[in-house]
């Protein structure tokens, strides 16, 4: 290799390495785009809170699907009292759950047993064994999320029976993959009036992240609320992964496109699959929180070539 060789190899290697950040630190990119958005199927814009209530009303226990895609398993949970699930767990995903009615009687693996209340924001790491019981008088009411297609184990270390009337075959396996753990983001649980409302009436959380690994980010967002923001602000997309939303506090404006302005109550879970700008506001009038789900801590975000990469 020649002198002028080597020294044309390590200005390439530099100019790669190290490329000049565009104006209002924004990089910029050809990014895909679908010509033909994609359906949102099955699921909705905006599942409203008092519609499910209104379906369900006079049944003491009950389920419905607020949110199915190819990652995400989202459904409203009604248990009457007494009702205690299995001990169980899942072996490859977290499981997340915002308790929005009665007390619910948490025993997870490890940790002390607890009761949750509206606005708990409670998880359960891969391979950590819990169970749930609704105690009191009313019923429990959760959000609870998993992996879609994703079925829960059940402990065999101790005779335990083969799972009864499951549309799942069980057979007992034996493996040496140890439990996940909790750590400094990702608690057993967050107290959401107590530790973030009442803390603070008028910001957020300095820890935003209720669940934030490789396979998933759930992520408190608060603020006071702001006028509308101009159409122009279009927001962003993500490439090929959706996201959804549980509204924890007062009102959120969405706009997403092709399906126009609209505002999200507390209560109200709102969905937007992949390609489709959505932007994201807090409705004015009051303090507002979103909690945000999306697939990963590093989900990229694609913002109009005019909106120096933000909102």
């Not at 009665?102 to 409670?122: D, N, W, Y």
């Not at 075959?169 to 057993?188: C, G």
């Not at 759930?218 to 006028?227: A, D, E, Q, S, Y």
Request: glycine share 10%.
């Amino acid at each position: 290799m020649t002198r002028w060789q080597l020294l044309l190899g390590c200005t390439l290697a530099l100019a790669l390495a190290a490329p000049a950040v565009a104006q209002d630190d924004a990089w910029y990119a050809w990014s895909p785009k679908p010509d033909r958005l994609p359906s949102y199927g099955k699921n909705k814009p905006v599942v409203r809170l008092p519609a499910v209530l209104a379906r369900h009303k006079g049944q003491p226990r009950w389920s419905e699907q607020a949110v199915l895609t190819k990652r995400w398993d989202a459904r409203w949970i009604q248990a009457a009292p007494g009702d205690k699930t299995p001990v169980q767990y899942y072996g490859d995903d977290r499981t997340v759950w915002v308790v929005w009615g009665g007390q619910i009687r948490f025993t997870i693996e490890g940790q002390a047993p607890f009761v949750a209340t509206k606005g708990f924001l409670v998880q359960v790491p891969q391979r950590v064994r819990y169970s749930m019981e609704t105690i009191g008088s009313e019923p429990s009411l959760r959000f609870e999320v998993t992996h879609t297609g994703i079925k829960p184990n059940y402990p065999a270390d101790n005779g335990e029976a083969k799972p009864a009337g499951a549309d799942t075959s069980y057979i007992k396996v034996s493996t040496p993959t140890q439990p996940d753990k909790y750590d400094e983001i990702n608690r057993p649980y967050i107290d959401f009036f107590k530790d973030v409302v009442a803390a603070d009436s008028t910001h957020g959380p300095k820890q935003t992240r209720v669940v934030s690994d490789e396979a998933g980010l759930v992520n408190i967002i608060r603020g006071p609320g702001t006028p509308t923001p101009p159409a122009g602000n279009r927001g962003h997309f993500h490439i090929g992964d959706d996201e959804f939303w549980f509204i924890l506090e007062g009102k959120c404006d969405y706009l997403i496109e092709k399906v126009g302005l609209f505002t999200a109550d507390t209560g109200d879970i709102v969905f937007v699959p992949p390609g489709r700008y959505h932007r994201a506001s807090w409705h004015d009038g009051q303090m507002d929180t979103r909690l945000s789900f999306n697939v990963s801590p590093l989900l990229f975000h694609n913002f109009g070539p005019d909106a120096g990469g933000k909102q």
